[in-house]
């Protein structure tokens, strides 16, 4: 059964204390692994699309990386404002588009 | 930028109820869906459209209905709302899936209370 499993559930840390969060992933063919950020009453923010194992994309403090089995996203530094959940998804093999989510990663950056 | 826009931030509805969740997208997508979320269960799939007048089930349709007659416009219909299918609602779109994955991309999320 494909399954997406992101860990910790929940993190908090310091200002300037950089950290990843994990996203495992059980599924054949992956057509895409895709990382979302979402504040408290509002719909998920697109962030990331990766694709194959050794892909790495960037945006300010965010890095995320792509393995056959994991994902990583990244803070370098992070800063109050990254204070959010973080879901990860990943895209089966279907021409659907459909996604399926983990529980989400929820961040909490303390000045 | 993309634009997905659900109508109602916020609805209280009785029991019994019909409900319409409306969402329009302006980026000609092909794909639609709609999600809940609830804490502790994460994002699951209602159902989702791949072409106007399409419509497939997802993993927790029972209970809710949708409607695609335009290509911009997707509703999540609650034919008889019970206490149970209090959530915030999610609509998205994407472009169709082809080699490599797609982005889809959400709303801002319709909180629904059933009362």
């Known amino acids: 059964e494909d399954q997406v499993t992101q860990s910790p559930e929940a993190l908090r840390l310091q200002e300037g204390e950089s950290s990843s969060l994990n996203c495992s992933y059980t599924v054949s063919g992956l057509r895409g692994l895709f990382w979302y950020r979402q504040d408290p009453g509002k719909g998920p923010e697109f962030l990331f699309t990766?694709?194959?194992a050794g892909e790495e994309k960037e945006k300010e403090r965010l890095k995320a990386t792509l393995t056959k089995k994991e994902s990583f996203l990244h803070i370098t530094a992070p800063k109050p404002e990254d204070s959010a959940t973080y879901l990860c998804?990943?895209?089966?093999?279907?021409?659907?588009?459909?996604?399926?989510f983990g529980q989400g990663t929820t961040l909490q950056v303390k000045p | 930028d993309v634009k997905v826009t659900q109508s109602s931030r916020y609805l209280v509805k009785r029991t019994g109820e019909k409900v319409f969740l409306e969402c329009v997208q302006d980026?000609?997508?092909?794909?639609m869906f709609w999600y809940r979320q609830d804490p502790g269960l994460g994002l699951r799939l209602i159902y989702f459209?791949?072409?106007?007048?399409?419509?497939e089930k997802g993993d927790i349709p029972e209970g809710y209905s949708v409607s695609r007659e335009k290509k911009e416009r997707f509703s999540l219909i609650l034919e008889s709302a019970s206490t149970n299918q209090t959530s915030m609602y999610l609509c998205?779109?994407?472009?169709?899936?082809?080699?490599?994955?797609?982005?889809?991309?959400f709303g801002e999320g319709s909180w629904l209370t059933v009362v």
């Open positions: 459209s791949y072409d106007v007048k399409m419509k």
């Open positions: 990766l694709y194959s």
């Open positions: 998205a779109s994407s472009e169709p899936g082809g080699f490599s994955g797609n982005t889809i991309y």
């Open positions: 998804a990943v895209q089966p093999p279907s021409n659907t588009g459909k996604l399926i």
């Open positions: 980026m000609d997508h092909e794909n």
